[in-house]
């Protein structure tokens, strides 16, 4: 039996109904939400982060693709983490692996994937080279692209370097999605982790314009009074 049908059996034997059915829910899975039709098994990350132990080595550049391609929501998130410690552990194929994931966003279509690779994938290899890749997904008119393009850059936050976080929150700060507005202030919120003055200075330049929702997520670890004067405008 191949690496990939012993791992799918595995993933199947770990499906729990009950919990696919919450997950479906939480993940916004109807008719003309974002997440429509995608298919749960209602396997937790961590009963997958097991999983990987057994599996990240021994599956194919195909197989992975093959689990990418899956209707299944866990399928492709356990072909996203393979990618991320493949990419971890060896430095010989991470050009192949960078590109292989943007090759692949489109099957990158939850908040979740998004969130459990890019900063580990794209933020990485972009760290110290050139970054207009981020710059062509941020303007682009894919919400998985736009927010793989703030996401990334989280990577860069850790490194103290803010500069392109900033600049693609402005691109992204008339975006129209929930998604995109919680990513971003938690973007921003991460900077001011870091250094509040800079992430006060922006906010001071743009809050009043900003999505309700995005400014809160900036906020959110911001001291009662000062918090309140940013919502009510009086900053």
């Known amino acids: 039996m ?3 049908k012993k791992l799918r059996k595995e ?4 499906a729990n109904p009950k919990k696919a059915k919450l997950l479906q829910g939480f993940f916004k ?20 982060r097991e999983l990987l132990k057994k599996y990240f080595k021994g599956l194919s550049s195909e197989e992975i693709g093959d689990l990418l391609n899956s209707k299944i929501h866990e399928e492709r998130l356990i072909a996203l983490l393979i990618l991320v410690i493949r990419y971890e552990k060896f430095a010989d194929q991470r050009k192949l692996i960078f590109e ?13 994937l998004v969130d459990l690779s890019a900063p580990n994938i794209v933020g990485k290899h972009l760290l110290n080279s050139d970054k207009s890749i981020l710059y062509e ?3 682009s008119d894919s919400l998985w692209k736009k927010r793989i393009a703030i996401l990334s850059t ?4 850790r490194y103290g370097k803010f500069a392109d976080s ?5 691109i992204l700060l008339d975006d129209k999605h929930d998604l995109i507005h919680k990513a971003v202030g938690w973007m ?13 200075d922006f906010l001071k330049e743009h809050y009043k314009n900003m999505p309700r929702t995005m400014l809160r997520y900036a906020i959110e670890k911001f001291e009662e009074s000062k918090r309140k004067a940013y919502l009510n405008g009086e900053i």
Do not use: H
């Open 166 to 170: 900033l600049k693609i929150t402005e």
């Open 188 to 200: 921003l919120r991460e900077i001011g982790k870091r250094d509040l003055k800079v992430e006060e």
């Open 29 to 48: 899975t109807g008719k003309g939400e974002y997440g429509e039709g995608d298919i749960f098994l209602g396997i937790t990350v961590p009963e997958q």
């Open 137 to 139: 997904f941020a303007n």
């Open 100 to 112: 292989f994931y943007l090759e692949n966003y489109a099957n990158i279509n939850n908040w979740d």
């Open 11 to 14: 993933l199947k034997s770990l």
């Open 154 to 157: 989280f990577t860069f936050i």
């Open 2 to 4: 191949s690496g990939l």
